[in-house]
């Protein structure tokens, strides 16, 4: 059955109005007829069987036929911090990530970054990006899809650790742990902390975390050059944790998509225990 992500400007109670390159989809491409089945999304966490009731032009007149209960989304937000990779790698990096559940995607210029970085570029490939999330996100059948930044400088991108309940960095040279390790460490730290709020000793309402114990997890990946010692040490100043993925040195677009399968694995939303 064909789903669309659709703007909340189009939802008007019981009846929605597609428009766009989804109607045009729906209408040119699948070929829809009165009457036919279509899943809508807001891409906030409502979702409904529709069915097509009339075409006004470009335009595709759905009507509301069940809300659905839907829990498809990982209980620990992953936000994948990217290096911006040469040519169209990103594009793929984005794409994965998101089938497989990020919740953010943030891309980044490092000190070794090859491509010469230009706004007003970066600014038209975001809205390809978004594009790109958006259709991967459908394709999967997530509830949610996941934001994705213009590119952020690494001075931002070390602010992020300060958000998360654990802020790692993929970093191949020595003084680093296991991604297994790291996940295990803050996922105690995260449950005292929890405990501590049960007793009354945390006020915070954000520190609240999942049946894991953890709720945020921030990925960082370096350029096709990697870290810079200076930037290494940077993110470990700023809170962040420096880790191996294994013995074998990773392509800059292989890294996020393993160290996304394995926290993924670690909270038991792949099934792990």
Known sequence: MQRYFVELAQWQGESIVL??????????????????????SDGAGREALTEVAAFAGENVELRVLEWLAVDREPQVEVWIAQALPKGDKLEMVWQKCTEMGATRLIPFVSERTVVQYDAKKEAKRAERWQKIVKEAAEQAHRSRVP???LPRSWQQVLVLAGEVDAALFCYEKADTVSLKQALREARGEAQDQAQDKARGKVADPDSAVAGHGLRRVLVVVGPEGGFSEKEAAAAEAAGMRAITLGRRILRTETAALVALSCILYECDELGGT
């Open 19 to 40: 428009g766009g390159q989804d109607a045009h989809h729906l209408q040119r491409v699948m070929r829809a007829r009165v009457g036919e089945k279509v899943v809508c």
């Open 147 to 149: 934001a994705v930044e």
